[in-house]
């Protein structure tokens, strides 16, 4: 039985602009998350990158990330290399930890719209081995009920459970709503959440929220049970859930890195130019996990 107290409420919407992305002309990005660490935690950011390339030149590159973990969504198109490819529906959480390079390559003409997030690391957890895991649409646990069809990709969730391991317990969750049908689904309550809608619009409690926003959760810093329920609007909708446990942690950030001095950061530089991160398709088996 849901109580009334710990029903979660809107609390905060943002609308993030479509800007001009890194990738060329044809590449626009919105911050959903960004700059707001603070209030977010364990969220760092998040960027919805949309690529419609008209072109046959390769965009992106090898780069370097530590300290953090990325958590990738492809909502659309198809993004990686010949050695590992996204499709649409997959889903990625690549634990960076001490240091790892990866690839993100766009070859040809092609649409994509991707959902990243950086994801804070537990302090004990910071400089963890690198690990990959893969998790593809198709063996994603889902359910579909009362014109509520719920994906499951990391986290417990609609009864649902996720295999991917996670260091920040965290829930990611894809849900497609039919016109005015109802979701109402526990939470942890001392989880932040915050959902973004992708299509339509929903109604959560007294406060509708439109596609392309950002509607930040209430939250109970105690331990125990949440409740979220939303109501689709006359279209439907497609909403993304984000919750997770924050880790109450300072953070300094700086280019491609995460952690908790400065010092650590320069470091972390000389350890990329002197090549002593490895790249993540060289990971063995035991640091590569494909559900």
């Given at each position: 039985?849901?109580n009334?107290?710990?029903?979660r409420?809107i609390?905060n919407?943002?609308?993030?602009?479509?800007?001009?992305?890194f990738?060329?002309?044809?590449?626009?990005?919105?911050a959903?998350?960004?700059h707001?660490?603070e209030?977010?935690?364990?969220?760092i950011?998040?960027m919805d990158?949309?690529?419609?390339?008209k072109?046959?030149?390769?965009?992106g590159g090898?780069h370097?990330h530590?300290g953090?973990?990325t958590?990738?969504?492809?909502l659309?198109?198809?993004?990686g290399?010949e050695?590992h490819?996204?499709?649409?529906g997959?889903?990625?959480?690549?634990?960076?930890?001490?240091?790892?390079?990866h690839t993100?390559t766009?070859?040809?003409?092609s649409?994509?719209?991707?959902?990243?997030?950086?994801l804070n690391?537990?302090?004990?957890?910071r400089?963890a081995a690198p690990?990959?895991q893969?998790?593809a649409?198709?063996?994603?646990?889902?359910?579909?009920?009362?014109g509520v069809?719920?994906?499951?990709?990391?986290?417990a969730?609609?009864g649902?459970?996720?295999p991917?391991?996670?260091h920040?317990?965290l829930?990611v969750a894809d849900?497609r709503?039919?016109?005015?049908?109802?979701l109402s689904e526990s939470?942890?309550?001392?989880?932040?959440a915050?959902?973004?809608?992708i299509?339509?619009n929903v109604?959560v409690g007294?406060?509708a929220l439109e596609?392309?926003?950002i509607?930040?959760?209430s939250?109970?810093?105690?331990?125990?049970?949440?409740?979220?329920a939303?109501?689709?609007?006359?279209?439907?909708?497609r909403?993304?859930?984000?919750a997770?446990?924050?880790?109450?942690d300072?953070?300094?950030?700086h280019?491609p890195?995460?952690s908790?001095?400065?010092?650590?950061?320069k470091?972390l530089?000389s350890d990329?130019?002197?090549?002593?991160m490895?790249?993540?398709?060289?990971?063995?088996?035991?640091?590569?996990?494909?559900?």
């Amino acid at each position: 039985m849901e109580n009334q107290a710990n029903i979660r409420n809107i609390v905060n919407i943002k609308t993030p602009p479509a800007q001009p992305g890194f990738l060329g002309p044809d590449h626009t990005a919105r911050a959903v998350v960004y700059h707001e660490f603070e209030h977010s935690d364990p969220f760092i950011l998040l960027m919805d990158d949309f690529l419609d390339k008209k072109d046959d030149e390769p965009v992106g590159g090898p780069h370097p990330h530590a300290g953090f973990e990325t958590v990738s969504l492809l909502l659309e198109g198809e993004i990686g290399d010949e050695k590992h490819m996204m499709k649409q529906g997959d889903f990625q959480i690549m634990t960076a930890g001490s240091g790892i390079v990866h690839t993100e390559t766009i070859e040809g003409r092609s649409r994509m719209r991707l959902l990243q997030m950086w994801l804070n690391l537990p302090k004990a957890d910071r400089w963890a081995a690198p690990r990959v895991q893969d998790l593809a649409f198709e063996n994603a646990p889902a359910t579909e009920m009362n014109g509520v069809k719920t994906v499951l990709y990391s986290g417990a969730f609609a009864g649902l459970r996720s295999p991917v391991k996670n260091h920040v317990p965290l829930v990611v969750a894809d849900i497609r709503l039919q016109p005015g049908a109802k979701l109402s689904e526990s939470l942890p309550a001392s989880y932040n959440a915050f959902l973004y809608v992708i299509e339509g619009n929903v109604m959560v409690g007294q406060q509708a929220l439109e596609i392309n926003q950002i509607g930040w959760l209430s939250r109970d810093s105690a331990d125990g049970t949440s409740w979220l329920a939303m109501v689709a609007g006359a279209d439907g909708a497609r909403v993304v859930l984000y919750a997770g446990e924050p880790q109450h942690d300072e953070i300094v950030s700086h280019g491609p890195f995460i952690s908790d001095h400065q010092e650590e950061i320069k470091q972390l530089y000389s350890d990329f130019r002197h090549g002593k991160m490895r790249h993540v398709s060289t990971l063995p088996e035991g640091q590569r996990f494909n559900y």
